[in-house]
């Protein structure tokens, strides 16, 4: 009798240690290999899981945000403070990046070259931008939509749109400032 208790217990215990390292490997799974989605959103942001979209407007942001996630396909950051955008500014993928109405005076060469898949940048808005570097859309080939509307762009680099074989929509407004 003592035997079958034994033996019942034993294989209660096995059970038991079964469950408790099964539970353990799925808390790890979750904690540390979880993959990026809904939960990996920036502070002050707001993300929706399908399409993936970072909504991060109108919450004075002077930078881009860090912890976008790396497979957003829409980031959206209009009305906001930022000021430059440097070839760091993005460590993410997107298809869709919106930073018009912001203080943008910076769009250093190279700012977008991390973006391979953008299809649509929308710049409008951003009336403290008076100049582009040279190379500022490297990268860029799939880009089909550009937005760079209600800018102070006096001139544009030669090779702005180099390699852009994609554009499509180009919503350019040049300022021209007259003397009376």
Aim: proline letters at 4%; hydrophobic letters at 40%; one cysteine or more.
């Amino acid at each position: 009798m003592e035997t079958r208790s034994t033996a019942r217990r034993s294989r209660s215990s096995k059970i038991h240690n079964f469950k408790s390292g099964l539970t353990l490997w799925l808390v790890l799974w979750l904690v540390v290999l979880k993959p990026s989605g809904v939960g990996a959103c920036p502070r002050l942001c707001v993300c929706y899981p399908s399409p993936m979209t970072v909504s991060c407007q109108s919450q004075n942001f002077t930078t881009v945000p860090s912890g976008v996630p790396y497979d957003s396909q829409r980031v959206f950051l209009q009305n906001n403070r930022i000021t430059e955008l440097r070839a760091d500014s993005f460590g993410f993928e997107t298809q869709v990046l919106w930073l018009y109405s912001n203080n943008i005076t910076l769009i250093e060469a190279g700012a977008f070259s991390n973006l391979r898949v953008l299809e649509e940048l929308d710049l409008g808005d951003n009336p403290s931008l008076r100049r582009l570097e040279g190379g500022a859309f490297r990268g860029l080939e799939k880009l089909q939509s550009l937005h760079m509307h209600r800018c102070k762009l006096a001139a544009l680099p030669l090779d702005l749109f180099l390699k852009l074989y994609s554009l499509q929509f180009l919503y350019l407004q040049v300022w021209i400032h007259t003397h009376s």
